[in-house]
C-alpha cells in the first residue's frame, strides 16, 4: 500500500515551503508597515461560530463532533472567528483595532470531484472599529501597497456595494428575491428573463445586472432607478471614495454593483483583487465592509463596524510565477562540520555551535559519521553547502570551500 494524503489535501515540500515563504513576508511587511499586528485564531470552531448567523452555508463546512457530540467545524475562512475573538477576548481593547493573519483554512467542495482542494492558504487583515470613507480606502489602497511589494502590475479591483444592491432588491416580491440575487450574481439573463415578474421589475433585473463597468457610467445608470434618500446616501459615499482613490493615480478599478459575494455578511463596499494572465483573468482575493457581523459575537450584543480582505497564497502564487521569479532552490547550508574521530565529537559540535552564534543567520549542518572523505564531499556538492569544517579531537580545524 503506497499512503497518499487524504482527497483535497497536499503536502508542502521545502522547495513549496519557501516558494510560499517569499510571499508571505513580503506581505506581512506591508501589513506591519502600516500597523496591523498578527492574530491566530483557533483552526476548530463551534458551527454557530462559523456559520455568521446564517451568512455562511452549513454545507461549505467541513464538520466535525466531539466527544459531548458538540457540533464543531474547520474555519472555512477567518472573518467570523477574528470577529468572535475579538469581541471576547479582546473585549475593552482600544479601537480601531489593526489585525492580520496567516493562516490555512478548509472549505468543502461544492462539485465533490475527486481530488478537489480542501485546503487552502489565505492571508489577509481585519481592520475593526473603523468605519466611514478613511477605513475604505486604508484597505483598498493597503492592497495596492502589497500586490506592488510582489511585483504584480496587471491587477484590478472589482468594487460592489452590497448595502446598495441588498436594498434595491427590496422591491422584487420576497418569494424570488434568493433566485433574482442568484441570477445577478451569475450574471444570468435567461433566468431573469423567465421569472413570473411584471415588465417593470423585471426591467429593473436587468438594470441591476448590468450596473458594472466604468465608474461614471455605472453611477448614471443607478441615478436612472429613482433612488429613495438611503440608497442616495450610500451612492454619494460611494462617489466619495472612487474620487479619493482616483487621487491616488491611476488606481485600476472596475465598479460592478452586480458583485454578490460567496459569504453573505457584507454590508458596505465588496470587492475581488483579480489579476491578468495569460491564461485568463485569476482571483487573487476578495473582501469587503461587514458592520453587523460582530454584534452577533458580542456579549451585549454592540455593534462594531469591521472591514477586511483576504488573498489567497495558491492563486497568488500563480500570478506571480508568470511574472516575477521565486525561489527555484531551498536555502543552502552554509557550513558542513566534520568529526575526523569519535574524540573529535564534542569538539566537533562546540565549533558548530560557535558558527551558529554568528550575528548573522547561518545554516550549519553536522556530518552524522561513517562517510569517507570523498563521499562527505560529495554530500557537500549536491547540497550547495559552500564549505566544509574539519575538526580533529585538539580542536584544530582545517576549512576547505567547495566549488
Known amino acids: 500500500m503506497v499512503y497518499q494524503p487524504p482527497a483535497g489535501a497536499r503536502d508542502l515540500l521545502p522547495l513549496d515551503v519557501a516558494q510560499k515563504r517569499w510571499i508571505e513576508e513580503r506581505l506581512q511587511q506591508i501589513f506591519h508597515r502600516w500597523g496591523y499586528h498578527r492574530i491566530i485564531t483557533s483552526t476548530l470552531e463551534r458551527m454557530d461560530t462559523l456559520m455568521a448567523g446564517g451568512a455562511i452555508q452549513r454545507q461549505a463546512v467541513i464538520q466535525l463532533q466531539n466527544s459531548e457530540d458538540e457540533e464543531l467545524g474547520l474555519r472555512p475562512e477567518l472573518t467570523a472567528s477574528i470577529a468572535r475573538t475579538a469581541v471576547t477576548r479582546m473585549a475593552g481593547a482600544t479601537l480601531p483595532q489593526r489585525l492580520y493573519y496567516n493562516a490555512n483554512v478548509f472549505q468543502r467542495p461544492q462539485d465533490y470531484r475527486h481530488n478537489q482542494p480542501q485546503e487552502f492558504y489565505q492571508a489577509g487583515v481585519e481592520l475593526l472599529g473603523g468605519s466611514g470613507l478613511l477605513a475604505d480606502a486604508e484597505v483598498l489602497l493597503l492592497i495596492a501597497d502589497c500586490l506592488q511589494a510582489l511585483s504584480l502590475n496587471r491587477w484590478h479591483i472589482i468594487l460592489g456595494e452590497a448595502g446598495i444592491i441588498r436594498s434595491l432588491l427590496e422591491v422584487f416580491p420576497t418569494h424570488l428575491r434568493n433566485q433574482i440575487r442568484h441570477a445577478i450574481a451569475h450574471l444570468d439573463r435567461v433566468s431573469i428573463d423567465n421569472l413570473p415578474l411584471s415588465e417593470e421589475l423585471r426591467e429593473r433585473a436587468r438594470i441591476i445586472l448590468d450596473l458594472r463597468g466604468k465608474s461614471s457610467d455605472v453611477l448614471q445608470?443607478?441615478?436612472?432607478?429613482?433612488?429613495?434618500?438611503?440608497?442616495?446616501?450610500?451612492?454619494?459615499?460611494?462617489?466619495?471614495?472612487?474620487?479619493?482613490?482616483?487621487?491616488?493615480?491611476?488606481?485600476?478599478?472596475?465598479?460592478?454593483?452586480?458583485?454578490?459575494?460567496?459569504?453573505?455578511?457584507?454590508?458596505?463596499?465588496?470587492?475581488?483583487?483579480?489579476?491578468?494572465?495569460?491564461?485568463?483573468?485569476?482571483?487573487?482575493?476578495?473582501?469587503?465592509?461587514?458592520?453587523?457581523?460582530?454584534e452577533l459575537y458580542h456579549p451585549q450584543g454592540q455593534n462594531i463596524p469591521g472591514i477586511g480582505f483576504v488573498f489567497f497564497i495558491e492563486d497568488l502564487y500563480q500570478a506571480i510565477s508568470d511574472s516575477v521569479q521565486l525561489p527555484q532552490t531551498i536555502p543552502a547550508t552554509n557550513w558542513l562540520v566534520v568529526a575526523e574521530s569519535k574524540s573529535a565529537y564534542a569538539a566537533a559540535f562546540a565549533y558548530a555551535q560557535k558558527l551558529r552564534d554568528s550575528a548573522h543567520l547561518v545554516r550549519v549542518e553536522m556530518d552524522l559519521g561513517a562517510k569517507d572523505a570523498d563521499t562527505i564531499r560529495q554530500y557537500a556538492r549536491d547540497r550547495s553547502i559552500a564549505q566544509i569544517a574539519w575538526v580533529k579531537s585538539d580542536c584544530s580545524t582545517t576549512i576547505e570551500s567547495i566549488i
Open 221 to 294: 445608470k443607478i441615478s436612472s432607478l429613482d433612488l429613495d434618500p438611503l440608497q442616495q446616501e450610500r451612492v454619494n459615499n460611494l462617489k466619495s471614495l472612487l474620487e479619493l482613490l482616483e487621487n491616488r493615480g491611476n488606481f485600476p478599478l472596475i465598479l460592478d454593483l452586480s458583485l454578490i459575494q460567496t459569504f453573505d455578511y457584507y454590508t458596505g463596499i465588496s470587492f475581488e483583487i483579480v489579476s491578468e494572465t495569460e491564461t485568463g483573468a485569476r482571483v487573487l482575493g476578495r473582501g469587503g465592509r461587514y458592520d453587523q457581523l460582530l
